[in-house]
């Protein structure tokens, strides 16, 4: 059963459930996660940490989409960047 919660870092989200690492390493992420993230057999995720706490997975072509998103922005955060320097 899947619990909304309000989260520290903005926004809400849900606790899923848990998950064992197997021998080798793998994890099943629970139903209603993958569900809710439109997760398919053999799509790719990003595995990062996150202030040495936390384990966190991303959809690569999620993270593909922000970056583009992103680099359309680059200048002018630049011109963000330096005018606040100068402050």
Do not use: C, D, W
């Not at 849900?14 to 398919?40: C, D, E, H, M």
């Not at 996150?50 to 997975?57: D, K, N, P, S």
């Not at 991303?58 to 922000?66: A, D, F, R, T």
């Amino acid at each position: 059963m899947s619990t909304k919660f309000k989260s520290p870092f903005g926004g809400k989200h849900k606790f899923y459930g848990s998950t064992t690492v197997g021998t080798r390493g793998q994890v099943v992420i629970p139903i209603k996660a993958r569900r809710n993230f439109r997760l398919k057999a053999g799509e790719e995720l990003l595995v990062s940490g996150a202030h040495g706490r936390f384990l966190v997975m991303m959809k690569i072509s999620e993270v593909k989409g922000l970056m583009e998103e992103l680099a359309v922005h680059v200048k002018e955060f630049q011109h963000i960047l330096t005018k606040t320097k100068k402050s």
